[in-house]
């Protein structure tokens, strides 16, 4: 008597969760069905605002790195640097400061498409490598 309870119990758990799967797909498949023409005129308005920002968002200097070094010998402490500050299109400029002993020189230069028409130095390339990966636009 105790066994055919037990195997009824799960049977009828099988057939619960049997039941909880084809409901939750078909909750999923409807959800997928939702026609944009269904939705209320406020939600649409939202989502064109979101997609504006997302297109603002990209012309954001927001890719940056720092790359510390030792500019020359004789100096230590990596007190010299440069930094890429980029959008997600790889415009924007680097910045770098040269710390010698008795001076500190900072040089601007600008950068389009992931380039400069300057020459950069191998630090510079490294600022602009790793904004560049961070942007999730590796080379």
Known sequence: MFGALVILAILLSVAALALAAHLYRELSAARRRVDASDLPPD???LR?????LRQEAGDALRNLAVVRYD???DTGGKLSWSTALLDDHGNGLVLTCIHGRSDARTYAKSVTGWKCEQQLSPEELDAIAHARVDAGSAP
Not at 48 to 52: C, L, M, N, S, T
């Open 71 to 73: 500019a020359f010998g």
């Open 48 to 52: 064109q605002e979101v997609a504006a």
């Open 43 to 45: 939600v649409l308005a």
